[in-house]
């Protein structure tokens, strides 16, 4: 029963961060859109962990290692997000048609 | 089990409820805090899960986190304050039915999916951060060395990144 919660919360955590990643058009909201699907990720691994497998800890390994990913998107994601602050004043979705592949 | 479930889902209707008011309000500033709030509750979601490091670290990590993320919402947002009511968003209708197609998906792999009996008990707070040294240290050994690796990368990358731009940005300067 309780696995069960915490997998509701996570999978309603990643359509809300699913929604936020595609729906916003700055670069620092759709960040943020990332870090709660990964947060949704984060409670499903605790939760697998918990209620699966207590005595093994590779899950808590692979939690360190999203945790990690959740920091690193942060620092790339605004060192990206000012180099184009400083080239074109803006970090809008919308204004940045010409890095389309 | 009963209490464990109850303060389980507590946290985690707090954590989808400052979720969703991330999106909802207009002002940066409640947004990074709103975030801030969610992943706490997450944090204390996992507390509640007898995951005690991972649940003091998600807090910890969060908190200095959100508040680098907020410095920089407000530096790059137009309407920081959210005072001008301003449109932030695009493509609603696609990202509604993505996300809830997205939700749906993961509950039907969580209800469908055997899970088989779930444990009744957790080693205890120094069981588990000896285990996890232990892990760290033997098994899991590559892949926490490449995390480091990946977090060294990621520094010079970020940082190359935001200095490149420099003489970019004088040459604009100049020509103005």
């Known amino acids: ?101 | 089990m009963i209490l464990q479930t109850a303060f389980m889902g507590l946290f985690g209707i707090a954590a989808i409820w400052f979720a969703v008011v991330v999106f909802r309000t207009h002002s940066m500033v409640r947004s990074a805090l709103a975030l801030l709030f969610s992943q706490a509750a997450l944090g204390a979601m996992f507390l509640a899960m007898q995951a005690e490091f991972l649940g003091v670290l998600q807090i910890m990590m969060m908190a200095t986190e959100m508040a680098i993320m907020a410095i920089f919402m407000v530096m790059f947002m137009m309407d920081p304050g959210g005072l001008g009511q301003m449109e932030m968003t695009h493509q609603k209708r696609l990202s509604q039915a993505a996300g809830v197609i997205g939700a749906f998906a993961a509950l039907g792999i969580a209800f469908l999916a055997g899970w088989g009996n779930p444990a009744a008990t957790a080693p205890g707070p120094q069981a588990q951060l000896r285990g996890l040294g232990l892990d760290l240290m033997e098994r899991s050994m590559l892949i926490f060395e490449t995390a480091g690796v990946t977090i060294l990368t990621a520094m010079v990358a970020a940082t190359a990144v935001a200095v490149a731009t420099r003489s970019a940005t004088k040459r604009k300067e100049d020509r103005e």
């Open chain 1, 1 to 101: 029963m309780p696995l069960y919660v915490a997998l509701l919360v996570g999978a309603i955590m990643f359509g809300i961060g699913l929604y936020g990643a595609l729906s916003q058009t700055n670069l620092v909201m759709i960040m943020m859109g990332v870090e709660v699907m990964l947060g949704g990720a984060l409670v499903n691994l605790v939760a697998f962990w918990r209620f699966l497998h207590p005595t093994v800890y590779p899950g808590q390994t692979f939690f360190l290692i999203i945790m990690t990913v959740m920091a690193l998107d942060m620092a790339v994601g605004f060192g990206v997000g000012t180099a184009r602050f400083r080239a074109r004043g803006s970090v809008e979705a919308e204004e940045a048609g010409e890095l389309k592949g």
